[in-house]
Structure formats: structure tokens, C-alpha cells
């Protein structure tokens, strides 16, 4: 009979031991407690709020609870606890969207409540709730964790027995579908601003930019068109653009400076019209030989010949490109002519210039092939010379006849020997 008595109270101590555990371990599964603060009946109650209440509410919802120090290195992130269904929680149902997670986070003093969309039209404004979590923090930082776990699950639970009640999951699932559909449409409204706002300021920036440049060409050209240099024989002229002209003004104003000098916008107006609209207008005539018109181009290049050509075709009406062409191509064959006389007489005036005084003792042995240099640099600089219209100006514009020209033909070798030798590659041996 004792032997009897004695295992009846080993299995009813065993049975007791097993309904603890298992009360305890229930108990266990709705909190999770890393910073082992709370008592053994919070962890209860809990449970017991989940097992008698929200198990008994419409869609069996049930509530965890999370006290952590940190979140990020206890890898306790919220977006883990939504995507992968509360996994540090052993709900009954952990795929049900009616879960609701209270996360404590004390080294941020934060307080937040996770949920799945479904219900975030839901829980959305009670996270909103300043005056509750206020008072929540207010027992956290009076280390009274046991209270505010049991204030914020009670909290949770008089919230969604009156939202199940009043409005049922069903419609809680509509609204929250119309929230992110709204929230959709405010991100892609705020989103499009921006965009609007950059596209904005960027095409603002560029209009800046042009007018800015718009004002700056514009400036230029008024700094031109003050100076009253153009000739109106040129405006009045078919050949002539206004349009291209100023264009033209517009993309070579950095070169002369802006314009702001009558002698740099009188530079560009005979560049001009040198370069850019005498070859437009001399294309018009036939009657010119097209050596000719290259003629008149080539001795264009020469600043004295192109001052002298400028200024009598815009002060005589009579002056003409063609009697202007006549007189130079008379002048080019004085220049010519000229020329050839200079090279006739080079060989001689090379034989008999004395290298000896420009050269040490020692290199005269050297003095027959120097000569032969010096006659070849020699050669090219005269006809650099007749091709550069030199001798052509001194005909021209100095007004000296061919026999003057020759009568100081000597003198005139003499001098481009000496310049040429300073061009001679054995210029650096001499004394």
C-alpha cells in the first residue's frame, strides 16, 4: 500500500513538473528578453493575453514582445521580424498577418510597433502615438520594464479587439491597400517634383547660360557697331550679309578682344573683309583671270599693300577690283623681273663677300661649302621676298620706277646676304 502511495505522488509531482514546463516554455515564446530585466509573470501574462484574448478575437492574432539594447548588432532588425514572419517567435500561426511585434530598443530609446502591410492602416497611427509611447519610456527609463511590457501589451490588445470589432480584418485589409496605394502615389508625386525641380533648374541654368551669352555677343557687337567703322560701301554692297557679318563679329569676338578698341574692331573689319568677303565677291567677276584673282590675294597678304588697297576702295567709288588688278599685275612683273636681276647677280656677290672677318682661322678651310649654304638660303629669301610682294610694294606704294629699283640693286643683295646669314647653320661659329 505504501509502495502504491509512493509512485501515485511520483506521477502526480512528474505531471505537475511537465504542465509547469510547459506553462513556462508557452510563456517563454511571446517575449524575448535580451536584457534579462523582466520577471517570470510578465512572461505569463503574456502568453496568457495571447492565449485567452487574441486567440478568442476574429483572425487570431498574437502579440510579441522584444526588449533588445540595440538593433543592428543583434541582427534583430525590423524588416527581419516582418519578412521572415517573426522568426525569433514560436506563434502558433507565423504566417498570420494579424501578428503584431512590440520592439524595445534602448540604445536608441526607440519604440516601435511591426506589423505586416495588411495591417498597416491599422497599426500605422498607433505608432503615431506620442502621448503612449512617452508614457511607455517614462517606466523604461525608470527601469520598470515588468509595467511597460504589460502597459504596451494591454495597449495592443484594446486596439485591435476595438478594430476587429468596429471594422473587422477584412476592411482593415482594404484600407491598408488604399494606404499603399496613396503612400505609392505621394512617393511617386514627390519624386516626380524633384524631377520637375531638377529638370527646372537645369533648363533655368542653360537659359541663364545663353542670355548670358546672348548679352555678352550682344555687348560685343555694340562695342563694334559704337566705333562707326564700317565702310558703306561694303553695307551697301550685294555681295555683303549683315547676318553673316555679325555672326562672324560673334565667333572672333575673343580675338579682338571684344571689340572695345577702334583699333581692334578696325582689325577685324579688315580681316574681314580681306579674308572672309573679298574672295566671296572676286568669285562674281570673270573677267579676272583666275591667276590674277590669286594674285591679288597673295599681295593682299602684305599689311601695306592691304592698308593702301583698303583705304582707296572704300574712299573712291571709281576704285575697282579690276583696275586695281590691272596695276598689280603690272607691278608683279616689275617685282619679277627684279627678282631675276637679284639672282643674276647672287653668285657673283656670294664669290666675292669675305666670310673670313665673321669666321675663326681655323674654319676657313671650311669657308667654299659655307658660301654654298649661304648662297641657297640666299636664293629663297629673294623669292620669299617677290612671293610676300616686297618688291612689288616698293614698285606699288613707294613709288620708285624699275631703273630706280636697279640702280640700288647692290645695296639691296648686300642686305640680304647679311640677313641671310643670320639664318645660316654655321651662324653659331662666328665670332
Not at 486567440?55 to 527581419?80: C, H, M, Q
Not at 491599422?122 to 511590457?149: G, S, T
Not at 619679277?336 to 653668285?347: G, H, P, V
Request: proline share 2%; hydrophobic share 40%; charged share 30%.
Amino acid at each position: 500500500m505504501k509502495k502504491s502511495s509512493y509512485w501515485i505522488i511520483v506521477l502526480a509531482l512528474s505531471f505537475l513538473l511537465v504542465l509547469v514546463s510547459t506553462e513556462y516554455v508557452n510563456a517563454q515564446r511571446y517575449v524575448e528578453d535580451d536584457l534579462e530585466s523582466l520577471e517570470e509573470s510578465t512572461f505569463e501574462y503574456v502568453s496568457k493575453l495571447n492565449s485567452e484574448k487574441f486567440s478568442a478575437l476574429e483572425g487570431s492574432p498574437e502579440l510579441g514582445i522584444a526588449l533588445t539594447t540595440d538593433v543592428e548588432p543583434a541582427g534583430n532588425r525590423l524588416d527581419y521580424h516582418i519578412d521572415n514572419e517573426f522568426r525569433n517567435f514560436d506563434f502558433q500561426n507565423r504566417t498570420n498577418p494579424n501578428n503584431i511585434l512590440v520592439i524595445f530598443t534602448l540604445a536608441k530609446g526607440d519604440l516601435t510597433i511591426a506589423h505586416s502591410e495588411e495591417i498597416q492602416s491599422f497599426v500605422a497611427p498607433l505608432n503615431e502615438d506620442i502621448e503612449m509611447k512617452k508614457r511607455i519610456w517614462r517606466l523604461i527609463q525608470e527601469e520598470k520594464y515588468d509595467e511597460a511590457v504589460i502597459d504596451i501589451s494591454n495597449y495592443i490588445y484594446t486596439n485591435v479587439e476595438q478594430a476587429v470589432n468596429e471594422k473587422g480584418w477584412a476592411k482593415i485589409y482594404e484600407d491598408s491597400a488604399l494606404a499603399r496605394q496613396e503612400e505609392q502615389r505621394l512617393r511617386e508625386k514627390k519624386r516626380n517634383t524633384y524631377i520637375f525641380i531638377a529638370v527646372s533648374i537645369g533648363v533655368f541654368s542653360i537659359a541663364v547660360s545663353f542670355f548670358y551669352r546672348q548679352f555678352i555677343s550682344n555687348k560685343a557687337k555694340r562695342h563694334f557697331y559704337s566705333h562707326k567703322i564700317l565702310p558703306k560701301k561694303l553695307e551697301r554692297d550685294e555681295s555683303f550679309c549683315q547676318k553673316e557679318f555679325d555672326h562672324w563679329l560673334k565667333n572672333r569676338q575673343k580675338i579682338y578682344l571684344f571689340y572695345k578698341t577702334e583699333y581692334e574692331a578696325t582689325r577685324a573689319m579688315k580681316h574681314y573683309f580681306i579674308h572672309e568677303f573679298l574672295p566671296v565677291k572676286l568669285a562674281q567677276f570673270k573677267a579676272i583671270k583666275e591667276e590674277h584673282k590669286h594674285l591679288l590675294m597673295r599681295s593682299l597678304n602684305n599689311q601695306a599693300i592691304s592698308a593702301y588697297f583698303i583705304e582707296h576702295y572704300f574712299s573712291e567709288d571709281k576704285f575697282s577690283f579690276i583696275s586695281f588688278t590691272e596695276i598689280l599685275v603690272e607691278a608683279n612683273d616689275v617685282s619679277k623681273a627684279y627678282c631675276e636681276n637679284l639672282l643674276s647677280k647672287l653668285s657673283t656677290e656670294i664669290s666675292d663677300f669675305s666670310l673670313e672677318e665673321e669666321l675663326l682661322e681655323d674654319k676657313w678651310p671650311m669657308i667654299p661649302e659655307y658660301k654654298q649654304e649661304l648662297y641657297k638660303i640666299t636664293k629663297e629669301k629673294i623669292f620669299c621676298n617677290h612671293t610676300n610682294a616686297e618688291y612689288l610694294e616698293r614698285y606699288l606704294l613707294d613709288g620708285l620706277s624699275y631703273e630706280q629699283m636697279l640702280d640700288d640693286l647692290s645695296n639691296d643683295i648686300g642686305a640680304v646676304i647679311m640677313d641671310s646669314l643670320k639664318n645660316c647653320p654655321f651662324h653659331c661659329r662666328f665670332k
